[in-house]
C-alpha cells in the first residue's frame, strides 16, 4: 500500500513500542503519560486503527502512543512504519531494558530508517542502562527512565529531545 501526506505535519511525535500488541498496548499505557510529563509534553492518548492516514491527519498535540508494533502489517497492506516515513512524523521509541538487551533497538532503527520516519530517539524503560554500550551502539539514544517525571533522567531526557529535535528539524529542511 502506498501512503499519501501533506507536505507538512504539525502535531507532537509519535511514541513507539515494538512486540506483540496486547505488550505494546500495555507497555505504552503504563508509561506513556508519565514520559510525556517527564519530557515536557500533553498526553494525548494512544493511537488506535487500521487507517494510518486518518489516525494521523488529526494530528493531535503532544505526545500520542501507537497500541501497536509499527512493522505490523495491515489489514489492507503497509505497515505503521511506513505511514509515519509518507508523513514525515518525528517518533520516539520506548524499549524495555530486555528488548534492549535483544537487539530490538537495532531492528527498530533499521525499521524506521528504511522507511525515512524521523526518529527523535530511542528511550529505554527501566533497569540496567549502560551507557557505555548504548554510545558504542550508534543509535540516537536518548537516555534511559524509571519512571519518575521529576526525575534526574527526566531532565536528562528534554535536554537530549530539545538537542535531537533541532537537528532532526535541520536535517528535514535541508
Known amino acids: 500500500m502506498t501512503f ?49 492516514a486518518a489516525a494521523l491527519q488529526a494530528g493531535r498535540p503532544g505526545l500520542v502512543a501507537l497500541a501497536r508494533d509499527p512493522g505490523q502489517s495491515l489489514a489492507n497492506g503497509g505497515n505503521w512504519a511506513e505511514a509515519l516515513g509518507a508523513w514525515r512524523q518525528p517518533v520516539l521509541v520506548l524499549l524495555t ?53 521529576d526525575g534526574a533522567e527526566a531532565a536528562v531526557l528534554r535536554q537530549a529531545l530539545r538537542v535531537r529535535g533541532r537537528q532532526l528539524a535541520a536535517d528535514l529542511a535541508g
Not at 122 to 134: E, I, P
Open 97 to 149: 531494558a530486555e528488548q534492549v538487551g535483544w537487539g530490538l533497538a537495532t531492528a527498530s532503527a533499521a525499521l524506521l530508517r528504511q522507511h525515512d520516519v524521523p526518529l527523535l530517539g530511542l528511550v529505554q524503560w527501566g533497569q540496567a542502562w549502560d551507557g557505555d554500550l548504548r554510545r558504542r551502539e550508534g543509535l540516537p539514544w536518548l537516555g534511559w527512565w524509571a519512571g519518575d517525571p
Open 4 to 52: 499519501s501526506a501533506p507536505l507538512a505535519f504539525d502535531a507532537g511525535p509519535v511514541l513507539l513500542g515494538h512486540g506483540p500488541a496486547g505488550q505494546v498496548r500495555a507497555l505504552l499505557h503504563h508509561a506513556g503519560p508519565g514520559l510525556a510529563a517527564a519530557l515536557a509534553q500533553p498526553w494525548s492518548g494512544l493511537l488506535e486503527g487500521e487507517d494510518p
